[in-house]
Structure formats: structure tokens, C-alpha cells
């Protein structure tokens, strides 16, 4: 076959542009699972439950109201 000079070029491969990652505004997801929406209620004074009997948690809520001070 004659030469007709010219040849076939393949089609310039362009790159994607690189993506830089600024560590100072760069966020990351959160670690652990989801934070439950129907869970119990938020503890306050209207929501106070109290802990079961002779546990350590009843032990230190018994000695915070002996010692309002020592509890924040």
C-alpha cells in the first residue's frame, strides 16, 4: 500500500487533574456508629432515674446528695 505521508495518531491521553488535600480544612468521618435518635432522654431533673439498689452508681448518687459540694 502506498505511503501517503501521513500516519494515524492515537488520541492525546489527557491525566485527570490531581486533588490535593489541605490537612488543615481536610474532614474526616466520624468513628463509631450513629448516634441513636430514639434513645433514652438526655439526664436532667424531669428525666432522673434512679440507679439500681446497692450498685456503685447508687453509692455515689447516695453520697452526692450527703455531699452536695463534692459533686459538680
Known amino acids: 500500500m502506498p ?6 495518531t492515537e488520541p492525546e491521553q ?6 490535593t488535600v ?8 466520624e468513628e463509631g ?7 433514652p432522654p438526655e439526664d436532667s431533673e424531669e428525666t432522673d432515674a434512679p ?3 446497692d450498685t ?3 453509692r455515689f448518687e447516695e453520697y452526692c446528695n450527703e455531699n ?5
Open 33 to 39: 456508629p450513629p448516634p441513636a435518635e430514639d434513645g
Open 14 to 19: 489527557v491525566a485527570p487533574p490531581s486533588t
Open 68 to 72: 452536695p459540694g463534692a459533686c459538680g
Open 56 to 58: 456503685p452508681a447508687e
Open 51 to 53: 440507679p439500681p439498689e
Open 3 to 8: 505511503s501517503t505521508g501521513t500516519t494515524a
Open 22 to 29: 489541605d490537612p488543615a480544612t481536610e474532614t474526616l468521618p
